[in-house]
């Protein structure tokens, strides 16, 4: 554990160091949960942003984009329940007088559980070896068995406890399990709690409930509330989606973690329209193709894995969600929720404004039912980062810090070098960025010897370096070096911008 938070640790340091994320307002102490991104973190949120905004919108014809405003009637969030149910449930311990989330307590707790089934999996791995069977180990090992079933009981009565809102029984459940606070590692609880977590705020001048405003707890009301608008003036067809990336906004209980859990905070959301009935079908679809897109940054595959969800949100019938193997653990990264009609019927009751479609092919009008994809960009950017950032010890035993990012999502796509200050390198290294730079970020550096240089570019994750020596103005050859490898070749400067291409355009992720 104390690894896991050393290397977190590393991870918010390189991206302070290197200007991918700052403290917010740091000369004023900060403000807690708020970040800001540097000059490089600006470059890979918006390199991230493109490449879901590619796979979504541009690749997938019956998807189209919307840029919603932030603020929106007040009566969407009654009609979509986030007024009356966007609650989490806290609890303080007493003597440390820190607050946490009763269900992320009971969460940890059943996580706890589950890691020693892995411990008692990787011992019969051990025991058996060549011969060792995971499957029936884990359906016959007597203490896999007694956790697995004391994890059951214990999600059944946090479903149950939740679901009725009965959060006297769910602090009798952190009793009975005998949770403690990690920090006064006391079990003395106060009782459980309701909190609204949305940001509420006054818009005009005229003061009272009528003028009471918020911001928006999640992007996806505002793909609802436009659905016809979009239906109609695009004339789309069901099964359609609608995509959106925006600034969300919530009043975090527990904040922490870097930017994992944020009060100010970015989404990348898709509502998928579809027939009622056929929702299952496209659940499936969604949770295969968001998984996808995620293995394709080639970050590990068993970085992944799906956690179906036991408390099911007030407007799904399904849900799960895609979680990575952060610095912390494997923790949510995205969910894919069916939400069938809940939110456009709940805004045709609010509005008064039917909010139906026209099946052609049925011949009939239905409210369409919706399949949602839903990440966070920050989170994704932290999955990113920490995926990538290794150290390396190199054959001469010399050590690195590289950050092997995906080549398409790297802040800058190649950093040109003259060898030495004089004898018109520089200008030739300048002439090679002016034509660079209308496909590429590029980065010019002629400070320090070439080991230096590289060593810079290797923390930020430049794919390329270019260096231009004397044989380049005798032959228009520089020689070209790779992150990943250190591998060097002698590239014409004519070939260059192919050379490059071919390593970091979309089509590399996702072709
Ligand atoms: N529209 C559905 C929705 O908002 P959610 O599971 O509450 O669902 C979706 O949020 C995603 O937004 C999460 O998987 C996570 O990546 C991101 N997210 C949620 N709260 C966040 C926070 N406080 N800070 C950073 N990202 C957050």
Redesign the pocket.
């Known amino acids: 554990m104390e690894q896991k938070d050393d290397f977190l640790k590393e991870v918010i340091s390189h991206a302070k160091e290197y200007g991918f994320v700052f403290p917010s307002s740091e000369i004023y102490d900060g403000l807690a949960a708020t970040y800001d991104y540097g000059q490089l973190g600006a470059e890979l949120k918006n390199n991230i942003k493109n490449y879901w905004w590619t796979s979504m919108v541009q690749m997938n014809e019956n998807i189209v984009g919307l840029d919603a405003a932030i603020f929106m009637h007040p009566t969407t969030w009654k009609a979509s329940g986030h007024v009356d149910a966007f609650n989490d449930p806290l609890i303080d311990n007493k003597d440390s007088k820190k607050r946490y989330r009763a269900d992320v307590l009971i969460e940890e707790h059943i996580e706890k559980i589950r890691q020693k089934i892995d411990k008692e999996v990787e011992k019969g791995k051990k025991r058996f070896a060549e011969g060792f069977d995971e499957t029936q180990f884990r359906a016959t090992n007597p203490n896999v068995l007694r956790n697995a079933t004391k994890i059951t009981e214990i999600e059944d009565r946090m479903r149950e406890t939740l679901e009725n809102n009965d959060l006297e029984g769910v602090k009798k459940l952190i009793e009975d399990l005998e949770i403690a606070c990690p920090v006064s590692g006391s079990k003395n609880w106060t009782e459980v709690r309701q909190f609204n977590l949305m940001f509420s705020t006054e818009m005009g001048s005229v003061a009272g409930d009528a003028s009471t405003i918020y911001l928006r ?4 009301q505002g793909i609802f509330v436009n659905f016809l608008n979009v239906q109609k003036s695009g004339r789309m067809k069901i099964p359609f989606g609608i995509a959106q990336i925006g600034k ?1 906004f ?1 009043n ?1 209980i527990i ?1 922490r973690q870097f ?5 100010e ?1 970015e ?1 990348m ?1 898709m509502q998928f329209f579809v027939r009622p009935g056929e929702e299952m079908k496209w659940y499936d679809y969604w949770k295969e193709y968001r998984l996808k897109w995620h293995k394709a940054l080639g970050l590990g595959d068993e970085n992944y894995r799906f956690h179906d969800h036991i408390k099911l949100a007030h407007y799904a019938n399904a849900a799960a ?1 895609i979680e990575f193997n952060f610095p912390m653990g494997f923790k ?4 894919i ?1 069916s939400r069938t009609d809940y939110d456009l019927k709940q805004h045709e009751q609010f509005s008064g404004k039917k909010l139906q479609y026209f099946d052609p092919e049925l011949n009939q009008n239905y409210v369409p039912y919706v399949i ?1 994809t ?3 960009l ?2 994704m950017f932290l999955a990113i980062l920490s995926a990538s950032l290794k150290k390396e010890v190199l054959e001469d035993g010399s050590d690195r810090t590289v950050l092997k990012l995906p080549a398409a999502l790297a802040p800058y796509k190649v950093a040109v070098m003259p060898l030495t200050k004089k004898d018109g390198l520089p200008e030739k290294a300048r002439a090679i960025i002016d034509d660079l730079k209308f496909d590429y970020n590029c980065q010019y550096d002629e400070k320090d010897s070439p080991g230096k240089r590289y060593r810079r570019q290797d923390a930020i994750g430049t794919p390329y370096c270019v260096m231009v020596d004397h044989q380049t103005l005798e032959d228009d050859t520089v020689t070209v070096r790779d992150i990943d490898t250190m591998e060097q070749i002698r590239v014409k400067v004519s070939e260059l911008n192919g050379v490059i291409r071919e390593r970091v355009s979309m089509k590399t992720l996702l072709g």
């Open positions: 707890p999640e992007t996806a969300a919530r975090e904040a930017i994992f859990r944020m009060r905070f989404q959301e969600d949510e990264l995205e969910g929720h949602e839903s990440i966070g920050d989170r």
